[in-house]
């Protein structure tokens, strides 16, 4: 019997999307918290600092145990966490004496099934016999950046015809992805990364310098990204003067679209791209992209500086998947759960430290964007370093 590898990879892309709406439905609604709970700022902030610790307790917790339990069950726990964080969104908060305590403990579970896909669908993926499984990994991220926009795009349309006061119906409405989803994972077929089912120990892969380059690769590329992201509504309203709801649409909006359209390029035409250039290219626009943001006094170059850092940090994630699956092919689940380990890492230092370093500013974010330079700078030198690393390995296999 023919195995339909098109099954898991449309589960995966739908997996991808399940991990969008969980990252971006919340964060849409921080003000309504705050209106209809009367839950303080400072707390609200909490929402997204656990969101972000779970789901690096989660890729920790995938490096050791995934192997023993198995890829099907974990991943369809996953949706099943998912959409159960959802629903657990719209009810807990009322149901519970303190609205905040329901509202957290519905995002650990919600973040228990992202953090699962996070670290499972791109080892699925590379386990399926697909030709240019670098472009497939590329094209495959990219369904999480088209989650992102349209949660955004397509929330922002429901609150504008149905009042965000309805946002719970909403959320059971976007719980339906994860709910469908998990008969998809329970009958699509799936493979394992290696022939054993068991890949390299920890303490191994950490004996190995191309994983270690691409761990700060990873930990840079999340920080380069989310800086830019998380700060780009904000970025857009204070520094470039644009309205909130403007702001919102074209700054994580359009920012989601141009990271979506770099890793689609690379999906369409990864067989004819080399993938290391094409990273250096990626990493050194990134780099031009946040001196731009921070340094221009034209708001329509600092825009477009902003929008264009999506398109730069697009493939670094899934490219750093793809090089360190092709020459650690044993690397295992342990290798494709430290490696989101350290791009969520990234993304939850990385904004914090620009945030930091604008509060200090006297509250200019274009200084904190300055300074924020640090993480597209090391990204490019690791890319050297791993391109180097890349070529002597060549040659000793030659040999």
């Not at 209809?36 to 700022?41: G, N, V």
């Not at 700054?251 to 359209?261: K, L």
């Not at 180097?388 to 000793?396: D, E, P, S, T, Y």
């Amino acid at each position: 019997m023919v195995k339909n590898y098109k099954k898991t990879l449309i589960a995966c892309y739908l997996g991808f999307i399940t991990q969008a709406i969980t990252a971006n439905f919340a964060p849409l609604l921080f003000l309504t918290f705050h209106n209809e709970y009367h839950i303080p700022l400072g707390k609200i902030a909490l929402i997204s600092t656990v969101f972000f610790l779970t789901q690096l307790t989660v890729d920790i917790f995938c490096s050791y145990f995934v192997d023993r339990i198995g890829y099907r069950k974990c991943v369809v726990t996953s949706e099943l966490c998912a959409a159960a964080g959802l629903i657990g969104l719209a009810l807990l908060p009322d149901f519970l004496p303190n609205p905040l305590t329901g509202i957290i403990i519905s995002v650990i579970v919600y973040a228990i099934g992202s953090g699962l896909i996070e670290v499972l669908c791109s080892p699925i993926v590379e386990a399926c016999p697909f030709e240019h499984k670098e472009a497939t990994m590329s094209l495959l991220h990219s369904f999480y950046c088209w989650g992102s926009v349209g949660v955004i795009m397509l929330s922002t349309i429901f609150f504008a015809v149905f009042n965000i006061s309805n946002w719970k119906w909403l959320a059971y409405i976007w719980a339906l992805i994860p709910l469908y989803n998990i008969y998809n994972f329970a009958i699509c077929p799936i493979e394992h990364i290696t022939d054993d089912g068991k890949g390299m120990k920890i303490s191994n892969l950490l004996q190995v310098p191309l994983f270690w380059i691409s761990i700060i690769l990873m930990v840079c590329a999340g920080a380069s990204e989310l800086a830019m992201a998380q700060w780009a509504s904000a970025y857009t309203e204070s520094a470039l003067g644009f309205s909130k709801t403007i702001g919102d649409l074209i700054g994580p909006c359009m920012f989601a679209v141009t990271m979506g359209i770099s890793r689609v390029i690379f999906g369409k035409s990864g067989d004819k791209l080399d993938l290391m250039k094409f990273m250096i290219g990626s990493g050194c626009l990134c780099l031009f992209c946040y001196l731009l943001a921070s340094i221009s006094n034209s708001s329509l170059l600092g825009l477009i500086g902003c929008i264009m850092c999506g398109f730069s940090v697009g493939i670094m994630w899934p490219g750093t998947i793809s090089i360190c699956s092709k020459y650690l092919p044993s690397g295992g689940t342990a290798m494709f759960a430290l490696l989101a380990t350290a791009g969520d890492l990234g993304g939850a230092f990385g904004p914090g430290f620009v945030g930091t370093i604008t509060q200090n500013a006297n509250n200019d974010l274009k200084k904190g964007m300055f300074v924020g330079c640090i993480f597209p700078l090391v990204l490019v030198i690791s890319l050297f370093i791993l391109k180097n690393l890349q070529r002597k390995k060549n040659i000793k296999n030659k040999h």
